[in-house]
């Protein structure tokens, strides 16, 4: 269940960064509060050309313009990320996936944990045995923030930019400073949601990527002994 | 790799068989209610039809958001628009007098109405937020006549389904569903800001759906037609805009 959910949010999330990078280019101006437009001074700019011809970029260049299957594309790939993570966050609360393998356990809520893992990280040193079959505190602590806090205020922020979503719900756009701060907000979360997709990918290559890429598809860790990984 | 077990099989086949089920219930009941959009068909279909239907529900007598007088924009941005044609240039020229709105359709009274008999209608202002596709926004003081008096007016027939409407330029055709049309912040919009509507921002007479994006806000509006069947205009899309590739429902 954890990798199938994961695979499936792994091409919508791949899909959402596509779509949502297009429809960025179309207003590459971000702001603070409720409103904001080529009249408002923003909170920063991102030094791209626009796919639009009304927002002065310095550009002689106008990018073509791909909101239209973009827009389409980004909502319906947030449909397949949302029910996947509601699937995905049922079965982890009922299946004790959560509580077993994701929160950091007891005894590693202490800086001191996570100190000497960074530092295992940074002398290269091989992992723990026990690491072949659980994650190691830094692992929990990371896939815990993507899980419980980037994930959800990603569709949050991207509820609060719906006209209609917010009529009937408005504190959901009130409560961030304004539909402006929302989709600033949800800008930044896609960063570091691509930074933690960098960094994730990486530590999968560097460990062994087909060990690792076996592992996650199958189930089967790189040894062969390893037949009940408690996540499947 | 022979790991998959009796029982995984029998739990696998039942939820199989609940998701189909689940389905084809869920397309029935869509159907029935009306909650399957004009270009809910494609790949992006069913992304498409989610978001409409679950809107739709969610914003049965929600109103769009209004805000305090103090935030309207200070510097509103009007939207590029095409060049006018020569025929708004002789009714601009006329001063609008001989402006009409034409609605029709499934309407008990088919009617031509002027800007002057429209503003002999009730009149209602709200301060609400024009939200671009492409991000940006602005809030404005909306001056005009709700849409749901006028199709009473015209008694708009029980079988009316979607609202067609049509602007004074090339392909600006658009269409709600009655509920959208019947909200009392679908506003036949003919001032903004305590003066009258300007020209880049659709004057004399812009739709507006607060609870959409900009786009379904038509600029120059001519034409209203009550319809129990959307299918028919253009490429039975619902507006022009799918053909261009934008979604019909422009509610996120």
Redesign the interface.
Known sequence: MVRATHWLTFIAFIALLVTGGE??I??P?FYWG???????KPLFVIPIPAS???VPTGYGYVMPDQ???S???H?????VCVLTGLVYGIYGLVGGHFRKNLLPGRRDLNWRAYADRAAQYLRRKPPDSAEETSYNVLQRATYSVVIFVLFPLIIWTG?A??????????WT?TLLGG??SA?TIHFIDSGLLLLFLVVHVTMVAVSGFRSRMRAMI?GYGSDSTC?SREDR | MNKISRRKLIYGGVAAAAGVGGLAIADRMAKRYGLIPPDGGGVYGPGETLTYACQRLLTVNRPAREFPRSMISKNPFANEIAAPTHEFKRLEAGGFRDWRLVVDGTVAHPLALSLADLKTLPVRSQITEVACEEGWSYIAEWIGTPLSGVLREVGVLPQTRYVWYNALEKNGWDSIDIAEAMDPHTLLTMGMNDGDLPVPFGGPLRLRVPRQLGYKSVKFVIHITATDDIKKFGKGLGSVSPEYGYAWYAGI
């Open positions: 429809i960025v179309s207003h101006r409720e409103v904001g437009n080529v009249n408002t639009r011809d009304t909101n239209g299957w827009r389409y594309l909502f319906e790939a947030a449909w509820l930019m719906s006209p209609a979503f917010t009529a009937a719900f408005p756009a539909r402006q989709r199958t037949d």
